[in-house]
């Protein structure tokens, strides 16, 4: 498989609930994101890793929390989510960090997320 | 802080007509890249072209191609002889070019696209 892979593709979860979003990456890229696409709103950056190092947390609430075990995996988990966390939560990397060259992302397919 | 505006929500053209999507930015640099992005009803936002804000020749990619405007902050996509899979929302981006390296890219609210047969 290659490209950009993001399970589940859709999500609903009660407000109580933990889950976890996952994504994959098989280009060998070195830098890895978060997403998130509201309706009507530009995209958010929520998180960047370089190098499996997080190198920035835009302002993201507590109950996001992202996890880079390696440079091919990324995971956001999610905790007493809010019904106005819904959304979709796009994966992306790029084989440049974040800043360098023109930085170009490939993208998953994203993970709709709904709660309840 | 760095803009992006797309004005157009939604646009609709005839199949194998052209059509051009408009953007419109607001920065205080001088290099910066600028980029389209498509995202089908699959979901997956791909690359569409991108543009250097150093080189005044405008990018071009088979049907798709830009005017790019440096002094009126402005980056329209054209895309020629639509197809019906061209139908999908269109986000314009930016993103400075500093040596920092710590630039974001900044996404518009995108356009919607839709190929009438």
């Known amino acids: 498989e290659t490209g950009v892979t993001q399970t589940p593709r859709h999500l609903v979860m009660g407000m109580t609930n933990k889950k976890s979003l996952k994504c994959e990456q098989h280009?060998?890229?070195?830098?890895m994101y978060w997403y998130k696409q509201s309706a009507k709103k530009p995209l958010e950056l929520m998180f960047v890793y370089n190098f499996k190092e997080q190198t920035e947390n835009n302002s993201v609430p507590s109950r996001f929390s992202p996890e880079c075990p390696n440079s091919s995996h990324l995971f956001l988990h999610l905790h007493t989510l809010q019904p106005e966390d819904s959304a979709l939560y796009l994966c992306?990397?790029?084989?440049?960090?974040?800043?360098?060259?023109?930085?170009?992302?490939?993208f998953g397919a994203g993970s709709r997320l709904t709660v309840l | 802080a760095q803009t992006v505006t797309q004005s157009q929500p939604e646009m609709s053209v005839q199949e194998a007509e052209t059509v051009t999507l408009s953007c419109t930015y607001d920065?205080?640099?001088?290099?910066?890249?600028l980029f389209w992005y498509k995202q089908p009803p699959s979901r997956q936002m791909i690359l569409v072209i991108r543009?250097?804000?150093?080189?005044?020749q405008n990018a071009t990619e088979n049907r798709f191609s830009v005017n790019f405007q440096k002094a009126a902050k402005s980056f329209s996509l054209k895309i020629s002889d639509s197809q019906l899979g061209d139908a999908a929302m269109y986000f314009c981006?930016?993103?400075?070019?500093?040596?920092?390296?710590?630039?974001?890219?900044?996404f518009g609210t995108g356009t919607r696209l839709t190929i009438i047969p």
């Open positions: 920065t205080s640099e001088s290099d910066y890249y």
């Open positions: 992306a990397s790029s084989q440049d960090p974040q800043g360098v060259g023109a930085n170009v992302l490939t």
């Open positions: 543009q250097e804000a150093y080189k005044q």
């Open positions: 280009l060998g890229h070195n830098a």
């Open positions: 981006a930016y993103r400075g070019r500093s040596n920092f390296g710590n630039e974001k890219l900044t």
